[in-house]
C-alpha cells in the first residue's frame, strides 16, 4: 500500500513494524512463565516475529519531505538501523527509551527485559520540544495492560508517548504515516493532536480494532466515554 502514497508527501513516520525475535518459548512451568508464553505465542501467531524488510526502508524515504521517522525495535535491530540512517544516510539520530517499570520478573542467565527503543532518525526533520519534560529521551512508564485488554493488541504503545513524539516532531495539520498501525495508537494521537494521518495494518482484526478505536468503541463493542 505504501507504493499508493506519492513521493515527498509526509511529514512524519511513526512505525512500530514487528521485532526480531528469535526464540518465544520458555521451558518452565511456572503460572508466570506459562502467561508469558501464552501471551508471545499469541505474537508469534500474529507474525510479530519477523522484523521489517530492507525495501520497506527505501519506500519511507521516498514518501517523506525530510527524513523525520520514529522506529520502534529491540535491542538487536538496532545496529542495523544506525548502519542504514546514519552510517549510509548520514542522518543525525536519537536513542529513545520506555523503561517498562513492572517488567516480568525473568533474569535467569540474563538481564531483565525492560526496555522498548525507539530510534528518531532525521535529516532536515522537525524536532521542537516545547518543555523539559517533554525533551527528555527516557519514559518511565508500566506496560499498559489497560489498554491491552481494551484494544487486544499484545504490543500495543502507550498513547501518552506517541503524542509527545508526535507534539515534538510535526506541526498542526502535518501528515504522518504509520505503516505498522496495530490497534491505531499512533492515529488515534495524531487524531487528537488535530494531525492527518495514515495508517496500514495488515491483520484484519487489527485494523478492524484500530477503526472502532478511532471512533471510540472498545474491542469488546462497547462504546468509550473517552478516547485514551
Ligand atoms: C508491533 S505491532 C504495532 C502495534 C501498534 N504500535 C499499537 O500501538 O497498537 C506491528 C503491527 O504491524 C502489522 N504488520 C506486520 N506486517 C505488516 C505489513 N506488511 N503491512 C502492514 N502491517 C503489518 C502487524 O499485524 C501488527 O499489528
Not at 77 to 97: A, H
Not at 121 to 145: H, L
Not at 173 to 191: R, W
Amino acid at each position: 500500500m505504501i507504493k499508493q502514497i506519492p513521493d515527498k508527501s509526509i511529514d512524519l513516520i511513526i512505525i512500530d513494524p514487528p521485532y526480531l525475535i528469535k526464540n518465544t518459548n520458555g521451558g518452565s512451568r511456572t503460572r508466570l512463565a506459562k502467561s508469558i508464553r501464552n501471551m508471545n505465542n499469541q505474537i508469534k501467531e500474529k507474525n510479530l516475529t519477523n522484523g521489517i524488510q530492507k525495501e520497506i526502508l527505501k519506500e519511507l524515504i521516498r514518501v517523506q519531505k525530510n527524513i523525520n521517522i520514529y522506529i520502534w525495535c529491540n535491542h538487536k535491530q538496532i545496529p542495523d538501523y544506525l548502519e542504514y540512517f546514519v552510517k549510509n544516510l548520514n542522518c543525525k539520530f536519537d536513542i529513545l527509551i520506555w523503561n517498562k517499570s513492572n517488567t516480568t520478573p525473568l533474569y535467569n542467565n540474563k538481564y531483565l527485559t525492560d526496555k522498548e527503543y525507539c530510534l528518531y532518525f532525521r535529516k532536515n526533520g522537525y524536532c521542537n520540544p516545547q518543555s523539559y519534560a517533554e525533551a527528555k529521551t527516557v519514559y518511565y512508564m508500566p506496560i499498559n495492560k489497560s489498554d491491552k485488554n481494551k484494544y487486544k493488541h499484545p504490543t500495543i504503545k502507550p498513547l501518552k508517548i506517541i503524542k509527545t513524539l508526535i507534539k515534538n516532531s510535526s506541526k498542526e495539520g502535518d501528515i504522518i504515516l504509520d505503516c505498522f498501525s496495530g490497534s491505531g495508537t499512533t492515529c488515534v494521537a495524531a487524531k487528537e493532536l488535530n494531525r492527518q494521518y495514515i495508517g496500514i495494518e495488515i491483520d484484519p482484526e487489527y485494523h478492524k480494532i484500530s477503526i472502532d478505536r478511532l471512533n471510540g468503541i472498545l474491542a469488546n463493542g462497547q462504546t468509550s466515554m473517552f478516547m485514551s
